[in-house]
């Protein structure tokens, strides 16, 4: 990859929380970005011009996943791209098929498409853990590796669709990627959290706004993964620029319990509505990052990430 023209590359879905920072990332490391919002007239984006260097070095296009030409259009001209679009609904939806499936998995089909015709070779696609660890009697002594793949039909049989969405995707990708010779690495990142950049509240979000301001009556006590959204936009540029990255990478930097993470919130924010009571938990697994931190990714403490959070958040007036 010539030094110069691998410093263009296309962000998909780049106003929403991952693709946000990931674009701030971008810019103060110099690159130019394509950036692929659904409406950039919309206010929604207005962050986005407003990051340092985006007056020169940002531009939007107007594309949807499902229109092969538009995301080709934005396409044209980089050498690498970054595929964050995908829906990530708070909630269940009335037709996960046409809502979740299809623009997920033909949306990145399209997206490689168009890195063929255009003779993009490097595609940095964000997978999920949801794409790994979704499988009948998961392993309770040994944590998850990339070696996993969440079991399809048993996401069908529980109604888990964005699960479902996520792993076709990938599953789709790697295979079209193998037949037509794109350089395609795939991060499966755990729970996003971090300071939103963007003013819609997006689903991860919202699960720990949820935990300070919900006064959940019960919770399960079940391990939270989480990874800081500012390491993962730091994960993404890794493996796209150490030419000995391969495969797909796992991305998380903290497992705790609901309860010690909520003992954490509270040793700082004593004040919110936080779950009454917690129900302990069987399923003991885990994922490791082992191969991410390999590459030389290294992450934040949790306590940082929750704090710069719940400020985030307190800002924005999401806590009253
Ligand atoms: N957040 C997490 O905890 C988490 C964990 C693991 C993986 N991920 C993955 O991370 C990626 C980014 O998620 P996020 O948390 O940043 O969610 P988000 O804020 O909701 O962003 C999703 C983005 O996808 C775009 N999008 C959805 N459908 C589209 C379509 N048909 N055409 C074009 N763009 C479309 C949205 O565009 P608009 O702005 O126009 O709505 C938005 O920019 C997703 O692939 C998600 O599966 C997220």
């Known amino acids: 990859m010539a030094a110069e023209k691998a410093r263009v590359v296309c962000v998909t879905g780049a106003g929403g929380f991952v ?19 659904r409406n950039p007239m919309d206010e929604k984006y207005g962050h ?25 259009a934005a396409i ?29 998995v033909d949306g990145t089909l399209n997206v490689l498409k168009a890195c063929c015709e255009v003779n993009v070779k490097k595609v940095v696609y964000v997978s999920s853990v949801a794409a790994v660890s979704i499988i009948p009697n998961r392993p309770q002594d040994r944590p998850l590796d990339e070696t996993f793949w969440s079991d399809q039909e048993f996401c069908r049989s529980n109604n888990d669709w964005y699960c479902l969405s996520k792993t076709k995707a990938e599953s ?7 037949k037509n ?16 950049l963007q003013k819609t509240v997006n689903a991860s979000s919202l699960v720990l ?23 993962l936009a730091e994960a993404l540029i890794l ?4 030419p000995e990255a391969n495969g797909r990478y796992i991305c998380v930097s903290h497992q705790i319990r609901a309860k010690d993470l ?43 990430t929750l704090v710069d959070s719940v400020e985030n958040y307190a800002q924005n007036g999401l806590l009253g």
């Open 172 to 178: 789709e990708a790697w295979e079209f990627s193998k």
């Open 209 to 231: 706004i949820k935990l300070l301001k919900e006064g959940y009556e019960e919770l399960e006590n079940r391990s939270r993964m989480i990874v800081d959204v500012r390491d």
């Open 76 to 104: 044209v001209g980089c050498d690498g791209v970054f595929h964050t679009a995908s829906p990530v609904p708070p909630s269940s939806v009335p037709d996960p098929e046409v809502e979740l499936i299809k623009p997920a």
């Open 48 to 72: 986005l011009k407003k990051l340092e260097k985006a007056s020169e070095k940002l531009k939007l296009f107007k594309a949807d996943l499902l229109d092969y030409e538009s995301i080709r």
């Open 262 to 304: 909520v003992e954490i919130l509270k040793k700082h924010y004593p004040d919110y509505k936080y779950p009454k009571k917690f129900i302990e938990s069987k399923d003991k697994s885990s994922v490791t990052a082992q191969k991410l931190q390999d590459l030389g990714w290294s992450y934040r403490p949790l306590e940082e």
């Open 19 to 37: 693709g946000s920072w990931l674009v701030k990332h971008l810019l103060s490391k110099n690159y130019t970005v394509h950036g692929t919002v």
């Open 181 to 196: 010779g794109i350089d395609f690495l795939s991060v499966c990142p755990t729970l996003i959290v971090g300071p939103m």
């Open 239 to 242: 493996v796209y620029e150490k």
